[in-house]
Every structure is written in C-alpha cells, then in structure tokens.
C-alpha cells in the first residue's frame, strides 16, 4: 500500500450541489459572527461565501482557517503564499526557497515530472518601484514579503491550474 498522498482533486463552484450550497451558506453566517476572523469579513456573510467559493475552486473548505488565507485587492480574490504553496504541493509539484533576506528573495519550483526548474528573484527595488515597501507589513516583514511575491510568481509558473481550480494537464496519477 502507498503511504504518498493523492492528488488534489479539485472541485468547481458549478460542481456544488444544492446541499453543498446550503452547507456553504451556514458555515457562512457562522463565521460571520466570530470575533478572530479577519475585520474584512466580519459581519459579511456574503463576503465569505465569496471567499468559500473561490476555495471550493481549488478543492478547499471554508474554515476559519482557510478563511484567513483569502482576500481580495482591488477586486481580485488572491490567496496568501501558505495556501499558494499548499496547492504547489498538493498537486504533486515542489517549491522552495532559495535564499533570502531583507534585500532580495528566491524561489524555486518544479512541476512533478518535469526536469526544469524555474527561478524566480524578487527584490526590495521591484517592492519598492510597485508602491508595496511603504507597507507596515512589508515594514515589518521585508523578507517574508519578499518570499511570498517570489513564490506566487513561481507557482504561477510551474503550476497555474492548481491556483484556478483546474485539473492538471497531464493525469500524474
């Protein structure tokens, strides 16, 4: 028997039954009413179900957990580089730092099954030239900051259909 795990298989929001719509609905409400879950959502059922929808693209529940790893900018849904990573590797592809500091950050990926590995730097300059580095969290966090822009380019590189709830192109299984 094969102790390695199976690959994400990844539900779309057209796949949700009714039933599945109900749960999602609930959940929403719940969540809506807890004091921790980020003040973007709070009181916002609505919002959240957003939020659920766009993890249900990706094969995730809605959770208080994986509610944090959701937000939107300027009216895009993203997801924080923990659950970018997560589905890196749930689809059966690496990704992994470098190196890093508070100057420069690099990322590596790989796509299961593929010899290339793809690179990507990203540095304090770029942040700093995207309006980002006035940021109390990049204040705060440079390095991690740097980290998390590097690797959702390299992600996006290596393995865009594990961020857009598609299946992959080629059946690894």
């Known amino acids: 028997m094969s102790t390695t795990p199976g690959l994400h298989?990844?539900?779309?929001p057209a796949a949700l039954t009714e039933s599945?719509?109900?749960d999602l609905e609930r959940t929403a409400?719940?969540?809506?009413?807890?004091s921790w879950i980020p003040d973007t959502y709070r009181g916002k059922p609505n919002e959240i179900m957003a939020a659920g929808l766009a993890l249900a693209m990706i094969g995730r529940d809605l959770t208080p957990m994986t509610l944090k790893l959701v937000y939107v900018v300027k009216g895009t849904v993203d997801f924080m580089v923990d659950l970018i990573t997560a589905q890196?590797?749930?689809h059966g592809h690496e990704i992994w730092v470098v190196e890093s500091d508070e100057t420069h950050a690099t990322v590596?990926?790989?796509?299961?099954?593929?010899?290339?590995?793809?690179?990507?730097?990203?540095?304090?300059?770029?942040?700093?030239?995207a309006g980002l580095v006035g940021?109390?969290?990049?204040?705060?966090?440079?390095?991690?900051?740097?980290?998390?822009?590097?690797a959702k380019r390299v992600?996006?590189?290596?393995?865009?259909?594990?961020?857009?709830?598609?299946p992959p192109a080629i059946n690894y299984v």
């Open 135 to 150: 940021k109390d969290v990049w204040k705060q966090y440079a390095t991690d900051m740097l980290v998390a822009r590097a």
């Open 155 to 166: 992600a996006k590189r290596i393995c865009p259909e594990a961020l857009l709830g598609m």
């Open 88 to 90: 890196v590797h749930a």
């Open 9 to 12: 298989q990844p539900t779309t």
């Open 108 to 129: 590596a990926g790989q796509r299961r099954g593929s010899e290339r590995v793809h690179t990507v730097t990203f540095t304090i300059e770029q942040a700093r030239a």
């Open 20 to 22: 599945q719509w109900g």
């Open 29 to 34: 409400n719940r969540l809506a009413k807890i």
